[in-house]
T-cell receptor, first 115, second 112 residues
């Protein structure tokens, strides 16, 4: 059974600083997803990482995947207040089950960017 | 914004009652998955529907049931509501071998 752990659970950072959120998973996960959630809202897809060594960047966010270490990271560069939200990573074992979208989520990292 | 729509957006029910939540999947997507997200937690997989049949289930009791219709829309039914069922319920649509799941805006269920 796939288990996903994120750390830290809460992150307070100043604008302009860099930081990394870590996502470890317990067994083979064929894909790794990162989502953003604003309070009371649904999940917004940020990145889908499909293979070992995959790196994707969008604005101040960059995600990477190391399947050998069973680790994904979400790196935030020069944080701005608009990035304040909760970030979730999720894995699935689509190649085992044959079906995407049976996602196992981490507990989330609540990011607060202060001025 | 995704093409996945859920209704209603908010709902208040009394313990013991039954509730039906609805989800219309994105055009071209034939798979719908349902998740429960309690306050301060990550979403938990409830079940998935593909071609009108259940295609995998998480650790939820049988009083959580669902349907998928020929147009791929889906319903989540919860019987005998308990206080702990209060949560945000999310549906996600995808194609059966697609690489991405798109979430609807969710239904906030409060059980009193």
């Amino acid at each position: 059974e796939l288990k996903v752990e994120q750390n830290p659970l809460f992150l307070s950072m100043q604008e302009g600083k860099n930081y990394t959120i870590y996502c470890n998973y317990s067994t083979t996960s064929d894909r790794l997803y990162w989502y953003r959630q604003d309070p009371g809202k649904s999940l917004e897809s940020l990145f889908v990482l499909l293979s070992n060594g995959a790196v994707k960047q969008e604005g101040r966010l960059m995600a990477s995947l190391d399947t050998k270490a069973r680790l994904s990271t979400l790196h935030i560069t020069a944080a701005v207040h608009d990035l304040s939200a909760t970030y979730f990573c999720a894995g699935d074992d689509a190649l085992v089950t044959g079906t995407a979208s049976k996602l196992t989520f981490g507990t989330g990292t609540r990011l607060q960017v202060t001025l | 914004e995704t093409g996945v729509t859920q209704s209603p957006t908010h709902l208040i029910k009394t313990r013991g009652q039954q509730v039906t939540l609805r989800c219309s999947s994105q055009s071209g997507h034939n798979t719908v998955s349902w998740y429960q997200q309690a306050l301060g937690q990550g979403p938990q997989f409830i079940f998935q529907y593909y071609r009108e049949e259940e295609n995998g289930r998480g650790n939820f009791p049988p009083r959580f049931s669902g349907l998928q219709f020929p147009n791929y829309s889906s319903e989540l039914n919860v019987n005998a509501l308990e206080l702990d069922d209060s949560a945000l319920y999310l549906c996600a649509s995808s194609s059966i071998r697609g690489t991405e799941a798109f979430f609807g805006q969710g239904t906030r269920l409060t059980v009193v």
